[in-house]
């Protein structure tokens, strides 16, 4: 089956834009997860979404970042007045259940902030 | 709080040897998991193998192996008999089984297989 898809697969922005990220996470699975890749940081977690809700947003940098989950199924992550340090490989897993299912990565989306 | 540790970060073997990939980790959960990933240089992390805290058995898959040792807090990776396609980065993972089993990784270990 399909795996999880991210679009789009490349964003380079202007300092103080918003930008959205998609996540098209696997059919049926309910855990849904950002995680973000930089090369100071190395893969942090983000969000959790257990269907439309999130109850795990510590990962969260800042207010500037929020991030919303529909349907049970598709999940954007927007970061408003983006800033030169947001660049970075922003990354959706998802699992079938959080407890007992892996989870499995789209390619991410490669930001870049100038 | 959980920790995984990635001491080497550059590996560079010949095709054909044997390497292992080392990885420690912390954690105060009693029930936890364990992962290997692949990140390739196409960017997509591929899930390798999960291992539950209860299961100490080592896992063979093809020219790969896994040895989790509860006594030392390691989980290492084996390849037998590099290839150049194994070449990639390599990442160690943790998740609790709370809340949210969220993943913390390790730092990665960039393996590079010369022909």
């Known amino acids: 089956g399909a795996g999880v898809s991210q679009s789009p697969s490349n964003k380079v922005t202007e300092k103080g834009k918003d930008v959205e990220l998609r996540c098209d996470p696997i059919?049926?699975?309910?855990?849904l997860y950002w995680y973000r890749q930089s090369l100071g940081q190395g893969l942090e977690f983000l969000i959790y979404?257990?269907?439309?809700?999130?109850?795990?947003k510590s990962g969260l940098p800042s207010d500037r970042f929020s991030a919303e989950r529909t349907g049970g199924s598709v999940s954007t992550l927007t970061i408003q007045r983006t800033q030169q340090e947001d660049s970075a490989v922003y990354l959706c897993?998802?699992?079938?259940?959080?407890?007992?299912?892996?989870?499995?990565f789209g390619p991410g989306t490669r930001l870049t902030v100038l | 709080a959980q920790k995984v540790t990635q001491a080497q970060t550059e590996i560079s073997v010949v095709e054909k040897e044997d390497v292992t990939l080392d990885c420690v980790y912390e954690?105060?959960?009693?029930?936890?998991?364990l992962f290997w990933y692949k990140q390739p240089p196409s960017g997509e992390l591929v899930f390798l193998i999960r291992?539950?805290?209860?299961?100490?058995q080592n896992e063979i898959s093809g020219r790969y192996s896994w040895n989790f040792q509860k006594s030392t807090s390691s989980f290492n990776f084996t390849i037998t008999a590099s290839q150049v396609v194994d070449s990639a980065v390599y990442f160690c993972?943790?998740?609790?089984?709370?809340?949210?089993?969220?993943?913390?990784f390790g730092k990665g270990i960039t393996l590079s297989v010369r022909p």
């Open positions: 897993a998802s699992s079938i259940d959080r407890r007992v299912g892996t989870q499995y």
């Open positions: 954690t105060r959960d009693t029930t936890y998991y």
């Open positions: 993972a943790l998740s609790d089984d709370r809340a949210n089993s969220k993943l913390t």
């Open positions: 059919s049926g699975h309910t855990a």
């Open positions: 979404f257990q269907g439309n809700s999130a109850p795990d």
């Open positions: 291992r539950n805290s209860f299961d100490e």
